[in-house]
């Protein structure tokens, strides 16, 4: 028997097909008794198949279908599915069963046209997010869930920042599958996110950046120059080729990193200027070298990766009075942006020079590195009471009798 679920209510029975369904009785339908009237009997179905069936049909104009043992169940079922598909948010039941790794699987193959150093970060990212999250359908996972695996990944030591990064990629993966019309709607949000947790990046002294240019070996000084004074890289300087740099003019380009791909974005190929100084010195490591590139191993020959150049700071490091431990090559490029702030120049000179995407970027990073100037918003507001009327008699305007 079947009861339509449109029609039980005032007002429905002339609902577009679109938006009916129906709740049907497998073990019964309709019969006759020995006197002609209407009446339920058993079917042929009864006790072999799953009593309750609902059934709907999309706004494409797709049937869906729900079994039930109770037809209390069956009703809401298709009660919460229909009220999706007025609402405009409806995701098809099997679509909705998809697993978080299914998808992660599925997303994964698709974003594989990025970098390559792209892709293994995001490997690596849903190789976390599948431990966790694997087995649970797309459509299950609640903000409280998104919570409290942000809260676990720190209580397992994970740091701030990559339980951030984690999140991020997790929420991507939800963004996308809102798009595409599998789930309604995104767990993920400013709500559940766990923080940046970014600490204010360390910048070296002057003294500090020359003892360890000191200390490095020749060939990859010309790496503490370009990091330090040109703010790259470490991928771009590792493979920057002296037909990259105009010496007479005084402008780097990078147009590689390595091995030999593509930089990091397209403002990653900004030029940047350069002073004669920086000029000379790298045009004397490039007669030095092979030609091949500005950063050489000892040999004049191209250095064997990006881990050459860090592993020489790593040990030169220890050498300088005041580094930190954890000292890296990236905390040159910050070098680079607070001598740009303390020469006063403005937050988009700054972002253009470090060819940072926007500068939000820019700002996020090294905000704190710009000077509260104290006395001179003192001064700002200090001049609205300079040009403050007085009130008649000699007293303020806010003066009272």
Known sequence: MCYDVSTSEPGRGNRPRSQRGSVEDRWHKRGKDEYGNTIEVPSAMAGKVTRWRARYVDNAGKEHTGHFD???????????????VVRGDHVAPKVARLTVGEWSDKWLDGYRTRRKSTV??????????????????????KPSDVRGWTAQLKAEGRADSYAYALHARLSQLFSDAVHDGIVPRNPCSRGTSPGTGKQRPYVATTEQVWALYNAVPAGIRPAILLGAHAGLRLAEAAVLRPEDVDFIRGVVSPAIQWPSEPLKSHTSKTPIPIPNELSLELSATFARGRGLTIVTAEDGRPIAGPWAIERAVRDARSKVE??????????????FASLLIASGLDVKVVQARLRHASAKITLDTYGHLWPDKDESSRAA???????????????GASGSA
Do not use: N
């Open 70 to 84: 109770r037809k209390v169940d069956a009703q809401k079922w298709l009660k919460d599915a229909m009220a999706s």
């Open 120 to 141: 293994r970060q995001a490997e690596v990212h849903l190789k976390l997010i599948k431990e966790h999250f694997g087995a649970v359908p797309l459509a299950s996972v």
């Open 322 to 335: 005041g580094l930190p431990t954890e000292f890296r090559f990236h905390d040159l490029r910050h070098y």
């Open 381 to 395: 507001v200090a001049a609205v009471y300079a040009a403050r009327p007085h009130a008649e008699g000699g007293r």
